[in-house]
């Protein structure tokens, strides 16, 4: 599987930005779907956005949509997550996620549905 590694968190005040990337090795980036997720304190890890593997299609959780735009660059193995006018209910541990497609434009939702994970990265967002 692809190994991933996140980065870009942090602290926040409530409104800002916050650019999150993810790179990936050990496998070729560009058969890989990517998505992200997040999961905050005594909660269950929720998907955020996910990118088929040639970039052509996108989705997002109601919750992010306007706010935040999943894209990658096959070039530097690289997806990321702009964050844009954050709120303090975006304060969580941000995981990206890989899952090996056939598709060009496939994406999922589902946590089970990806084999590769990164290891977090703390965002929080004070008010």
């Known amino acids: 599987q692809v190994q991933l590694v996140e980065s870009g968190g942090g602290l926040v005040q409530a409104g800002g930005s916050l650019r999150l990337a993810c790179t990936a090795s050990g496998r070729t980036f560009s058969n890989y779907a990517m998505g992200w997720f997040r999961q905050a304190p005594g909660k269950e890890r929720e998907f955020v956005a996910a990118?088929?593997?040639?970039?052509?299609?996108?989705n997002y959780a109601d919750f992010v949509k306007g706010r935040f735009t999943i894209s990658r660059d096959i070039a530097k193995n690289t997806v990321y997550l702009q964050m844009n006018s954050l709120k303090p209910e975006d304060t969580a541990v941000y995981y990206c996620a890989g899952r090996f497609a056939v598709s060009v434009h496939s994406i999922w939702y589902n946590s089970a549905d990806y084999a590769s994970w990164g290891q977090g990265t703390q965002v929080t967002v004070s008010s």
């Open positions: 990118i088929s593997k040639s970039g052509g299609s996108t």
